[in-house]
């Protein structure tokens, strides 16, 4: 399905001309030249980014690419921030803590770590994973607390996004 709708925004796209017109310059002077309202419209469409599973390292390059290396960091960190916790309250309103009464062995032993160090185990999967739309769905499906989450999560993904718009400041 997701797939179905992804390929219908780009034939419209194509059909209108806006895919032409999507240019980097295009791009920062719409997001930029918005001012607040821009950021507003750039955390929104993060956030429903993430749920619909596409990558964190998108939103981050449109992040540097509008707004720069390093408030586009700083954007994509606070952006990111609220795009995971919509994830996590949304997978977790729907889908509860289903990773939690697992009975695999070997997956219990990981989801144990969730339960002894739950901060540590979110920065470190934060700094391994990024922004990845799976893992805001398997730490939201788990019986981890949301104020371990978020904390371990800005803390664990300072690191991944400050690495990453520098190298896209860089590549772009």
């Known amino acids: ?26 791009l920062r ?3 930029a030249g918005a001012g607040v309202f821009g950021v ?5 469409v993060f956030s429903v980014g993430l749920l619909a599973q596409l990558p964190g390292l998108l939103f981050i390059a449109v992040a540097v690419l509008a707004y ?13 921030a609220v795009a995971i916790s919509v994830s ?16 695999n062995p070997w997956l219990r032993r990981v ?11 979110v920065i470190v999967l ?10 805001n769905y398997a730490l939201a499906l788990s019986s981890l607390g949301f104020r371990d989450y978020i904390i371990g999560s800005i803390i664990g ?11 896209l400041d860089v590549a772009l």
């Open 126 to 135: 934060r700094a391994i994973f990024g922004v990845a739309p799976f893992l």
């Open 29 to 31: 002077a719409l997001l």
């Open 1 to 26: 399905m997701l797939a179905a709708v992804a390929g219908m925004i780009f034939v419209a796209a194509h059909a209108s001309g806006i895919d032409r017109s999507l240019t980097p310059e295009h």
């Open 157 to 167: 993904m300072a690191a991944p996004i400050t690495i990453a718009a520098v190298l």
């Open 111 to 121: 989801l144990a770590e969730l339960d002894t160090r739950p901060l540590r185990s």
């Open 88 to 103: 996590f309250f949304v997978v977790r309103r729907f889908g509860g803590s289903a990773l939690a009464e697992i009975e």
């Open 40 to 44: 507003v419209v750039f955390v929104v």
């Open 68 to 80: 720069g290396r390093t408030m586009g960091a700083l954007v994509a960190l606070g952006g990111a």
